[in-house]
Antibody, heavy 118, light 110 residues
Framework: EVQLVESGGGLVKPGGSLRLSCAAS????????MNWVRQAPGKGLEWVSC????????YYADSVRGRFTISRDNAKNSLYLEMNSLRAEDTALYYC???????????WGQGTLVTVSS | QSVLTQPPSASGTPGQRVTISCSGS????????VCWYQQLPGTAPKLLIF???QRPSGVPVRFSGSKSGTSASLAISGLRSEDEADYYC???????????FGGGTKLTVL
């Protein structure tokens, strides 16, 4: 069974930090790019970051560049998102998604909720 | 303000054909392939269309995608009540060096 399971979300104060994890099982992990996509409450989808299969190439949305860092551990079939200097507008459900051969988001997790509030 | 423009809402009656548009620019839709995602209430998004018009296995043939220039469209024929969901287009943007999503279209089956 294909599973992407996110964890690490929670309540954090503005300016704080959080590290999200995404564990993959039932799918091939290492050759494929992985992404983080978030959805603020009642809002649409927003792409956050992407990392290539070997971990060398990373990309970020302007809204998080310089504050968030994406990484992966292919030996553990895991994806991470280190989030620093968190703001209220970072409050969202964070999904991890694995790309397919045509750069489509083929598989999605169920999301982990991050709430930034004092 | 999304880089890709979708109508915020669409509606149709069972059995009808509905189309949802996605308008972009040369740096995104004009240069790269478009995907469409369906998000049912309270669930994670699901891939519906990739490479402009390709359906993953398991997606009914009622769903089809097309692209022309800097615009793309999702068509749903034989509308069913279970199609009531939010639909998003997405594409890589060369200028932004990142993926962009449309603002989403909420489809209501009347």
């Amino acid at each position: 069974e294909v599973q992407l399971v996110e964890s690490g979300g929670g309540l954090v104060k503005p300016g704080g930090s959080l590290r999200l994890s995404c564990a993959a099982s039932g799918i091939t992990f290492s050759p494929y790019s992985m992404n983080w996509v978030r959805q603020a409450p009642g809002k649409g989808l927003e792409w956050v970051s992407c990392i290539g299969g070997n971990g060398r190439n990373t990309y970020y949305a302007d809204s998080v560049r310089g504050r968030f860092t994406i990484s992966r551990d292919n030996a553990k079939n895991s994806l991470y998102l280190e989030m620093n200097s968190l703001r209220a507008e970072d409050t969202a459900l964070y999904y991890c998604a694995r790309e397919g051969l045509s750069q489509e988001f083929e598989y999605w997790g169920q999301g982990t909720l991050v709430t930034v509030s004092s | 303000q999304s880089v890709l423009t979708q109508p915020p809402s669409a509606s149709g009656t069972p059995g009808q054909r509905v189309t949802i548009s996605c308008s972009g620019s040369r740096s995104n839709i004009g240069s790269n392939s478009v995907c469409w995602y369906q998000q049912l209430p309270g669930t994670a998004p699901k891939l519906l269309i990739f490479s402009n018009n390709q359906r993953p296995s398991g997606v009914p043939v009622r769903f089809s995608g097309s692209k022309s220039g800097t615009s793309a469209s999702l068509a749903i024929s034989g509308l069913r009540s279970e199609d009531e969901a939010d639909y998003y287009c997405a594409v890589w943007d060369d200028s932004l060096s990142g993926r962009v999503f449309g603002g989403g279209t909420k489809l209501t089956v009347l």
